[in-house]
Nanobody, 117 residues
């Protein structure tokens, strides 16, 4: 079965960095684009970043452009989100997502990122 397991969250001061990881299993990882989303307290889940199956194309929400970098290692079945220059408004639970060709959508359980001094 498809599993997505996020890790790497934690408490960081404003201006700091974190790298999130999402380990995937149960499908042919190298065939699928992957996405990161986040959900801040009291807010709706929002899309953050997307990467194609080869990693050749990436896209970001405007608020993280120039600060976050999505990447992937198809040999390790893992997608990453490098987050630099973190701001308090980046505080959220971060999720990875995949949509398979069948139309089925899978989410991980998320990892909490807290940006606070």
């Amino acid at each position: 079965q498809v599993q997505l397991v996020e890790s790497g969250g934690g408490l960081v001061q404003p201006g700091g960095s974190l790298r999130l990881s999402c380990a995937a299993s149960g499908f042919t990882f190298s065939n699928y684009a992957m996405s990161w989303y986040r959900q801040a307290p009291g807010k709706e889940r929002e899309w953050v970043a997307h990467i194609t199956n080869t990693g050749g194309t990436t896209n970001y929400i405007d608020s993280v452009k120039g600060r976050f970098t999505i990447s992937r290692d198809n040999a390790k079945n893992t997608v990453y989100l490098q987050m630099n220059s973190l701001k308090p408004e980046d505080t959220a639970v971060y999720f990875c997502k995949v949509m398979l060709r069948s139309g089925a959508v899978y989410w991980g359980k998320g990892t909490l990122v807290t940006v606070s001094s």
